[in-house]
């Protein structure tokens, strides 16, 4: 999906997929099923190869990880990114780690799967590919199951949050994200589920490239802002 948004995003903006242990060209290496210690490891990997200006995004565990990673620069007391962008993922101190832990069995998972609405129906009707994809559904629930909230000084930086009108994700929720930081704050919503971002990619993008802007150029956002 990353690397399809090279194609629709301005050329000012360059996209760098961020890949995990045991996924995609790293498929080989062991994945790490510990929060703290997969942030710990991403920090350190990407620290050499971090420009002068740059930002994260994150969808859903992804968001999880940005923030993690950020906190982790920011107690290096390195150079932050301009700016936080979180999409489908409650904010660190409302994450319910029970959730992860409920759903046990392949039936469970399965079903996780289909309500999030971001599986291709090939898969279901594969069954290698979906033995390997509840296999990698089943490291990541162990990775956000694993994340305790702590409490840290709040980022100082902007947080951009983005939220689908139909995900299951309480707006409070996500809303608390301006709790983790002191800077510019906005919350859009889109039509759509958890994966809104595809469901509406047009509009999600157009908000997405104007929130960066606003982050590189110092410009104030409304508090909420809506798509």
């Not at 290096?76 to 409920?102: M, W």
């Not at 589920?193 to 104007?210: N, Y």
């Amino acid at each position: 999906m990353y690397l399809r948004w090279r194609r629709l995003l301005p050329s000012w903006i360059t996209v760098q997929p961020v890949e995990l242990p045991g996924r995609g060209s790293r498929l080989g290496e062991l994945a790490q099923e510990s929060y703290a210690s997969l942030i710990e490891s991403l920090c350190d990997e990407l620290i050499p190869r971090l420009p002068e200006q740059y930002a994260f995004f994150g969808h859903s565990m992804g968001a999880l990880l940005a923030y993690g990673i950020t906190q982790s620069l920011s107690a290096r007391k390195l150079l932050l990114p301009a700016t936080l962008l979180v999409s489908g993922c409650a904010a660190p101190n409302r994450q319910d780690g029970e959730r992860y832990s409920k759903i046990q069995g392949e039936a469970a998972f399965i079903a996780d799967l289909r309500k999030q609405g971001g599986t291709p129906e090939a898969v279901f009707d594969n069954p290698e590919l979906l033995a390997m994809t509840l296999d990698l559904l089943a490291i990541d629930y162990r990775v956000c199951g694993s994340f305790r909230h702590a409490q840290r000084p709040p980022l100082s930086i902007p947080i951009h949050v983005f939220g689908g009108r139909a995900d299951e994700i309480e707006a409070s929720k996500l809303d608390d994200w301006q709790l983790a930081g002191t800077q510019a704050f906005s919350l859009n919503w889109f039509d759509g589920g958890h994966f809104f971002l595809r469901q509406s990619e047009e509009a999600f993008l157009s908000i997405l490239v104007q929130r960066l802007a606003e982050s590189l150029n110092g410009v104030p956002c409304e508090a909420h802002a809506t798509a």
